[in-house]
């Protein structure tokens, strides 16, 4: 394992931290040849279709604020890419969001059959928490942090699981700010702040460290979901790679729902702000979660 060299440009940064999340996923996961094959095959169909690896390049960044010569921390980061990945395989099944496109490609259960989607979602959850107790280098202690740390943000109390329901019972129901925080500080917030939080922790962060990239997770993750919302209602299917205009076709609660449009986009440019100013104690350290954040807030799609 090595870290990847210093790049000027966000485009090569981001190309270079990718293949390494990507090698780490190849390392972890099982081999499409291995048996079952049609799981595994299932699993890497999934992985593997090009997503943009946010939560994994957060934490790499996060690690790297607190040591920046740290090395491996993308073994530990994969395993967030492996939880994002089973929640949108479940998320695409017909008892969910009923959806058959996902970064472009006909979604999973689409390709390999209702069955075999639920337990390649179920198989990712478990070889993340596996991967999570082998970590290389890395002590009993911390190696115990991370798995709480993503088993919490994952989970029913306040988790990524605890988000999805309150979303399905949410369709149809009159959009509330309350509701929608509810939601979205689960839904999607916990696992981002819990990126941050895991790459400090891999890195052996102080309080007073993690607390800062706490808060910093908090902000960007709110800032994530705003302009998600707001790309379903701007962006087309194909720019999206998913399909676009299902949240107001469900009745879902969203921030435009209950915001409207514009002041969504002004919310979401004060969580930028606000992500920024947490890590003022970093300093140029930091430039990378900046930029990542910046990137958040930016993306169309």
Same mark, same amino acid.
């Given at each position: 394992?090595?870290? &990847? ?11 270079? %931290? ?13 081999? #499409?040849?291995?048996? &079952? ?19 994994? $390049? ?6 790297? *604020?607190?040591?920046? #010569? ?10 967030? %890419? ?7 395989? !479940? =998320?695409?099944?017909?008892?969910? =969001? ?15 059959? #209702?069955?075999?989607?639920? $337990?390649?979602?179920?198989? $990712? ?20 942090? $991370? ?6 943000? /994952? ?10 329901? !309150?979303?399905? %019972?949410?369709?149809?129901?009159? &959009? ?7 939601? !979205? ?32 997770? %908090? !902000?960007?993750?709110?800032?994530? @979901? ?10 087309? /299917? ?8 299902? =949240?107001?076709?469900?009745?879902? *609660? ?9 002041? /969504? ?15 003022? #104690? ?8 900046? @930029?990542?954040? =910046?990137?958040? *807030?930016?993306?169309?799609?």
């Amino acid at each position: 394992m090595s870290s &990847p060299q210093p790049v000027s440009h966000l485009e090569e940064y981001l190309a270079a %931290e990718q293949v390494l999340v990507d090698r780490a996923l190849n390392r972890w996961l099982p081999p #499409e040849a291995a048996e &079952p094959e049609t799981l595994h095959k299932a699993i890497r169909y999934s992985i593997f279709a090009g997503g943009k690896r946010i939560r994994p $390049l957060l934490a790499m960044a996060a690690a790297r *604020v607190i040591q920046p #010569e740290i090395l491996g921390s993308e073994d530990a980061a994969c395993t967030l %890419e492996m939880i994002h990945t089973y929640s949108l395989i !479940h =998320d695409d099944l017909p008892a969910m =969001d009923d959806d058959d496109l996902r970064r472009g490609r006909p979604t999973n259960h689409i390709v390999f059959g #209702e069955a075999m989607a639920i $337990l390649a979602g179920d198989a $990712l959850c478990t070889i993340a928490f596996q991967t999570l107790a082998r970590l290389p280098h890395t002590s009993a202690d911390a190696r115990l942090a $991370l798995i709480d740390e993503l088993a919490t943000a /994952s989970g029913t109390i306040g988790g990524m699981i605890a988000g999805q329901v !309150h979303d399905i %019972e949410g369709e149809g129901q009159p &959009p509330t700010a309350k509701l929608l925080d509810q939601i !979205h500080h689960a839904k999607t917030g916990a696992l981002l702040r819990a990126s941050v939080r895991m790459g400090a922790i891999y890195a052996g962060a102080n309080a007073a460290q993690l607390d800062a990239l706490t808060r910093f997770g %908090e !902000h960007m993750g709110l800032a994530f @979901q705003i302009v998600d919302d707001i790309l379903d209602i701007e962006q087309s /299917s194909d720019a999206l790679g998913k399909t676009a205009g299902k =949240d107001a076709a469900q009745q879902k *609660v969203t921030f435009p729902a209950v915001h409207g449009l514009a002041k /969504s986009k002004e919310m979401a440019a004060q969580e930028r702000a606000a992500a920024h100013a947490a890590l003022d #104690e970093f300093g140029p350290r930091a430039a990378r979660l900046r @930029q990542l954040a =910046d990137l958040i *807030v930016e993306r169309q799609k």
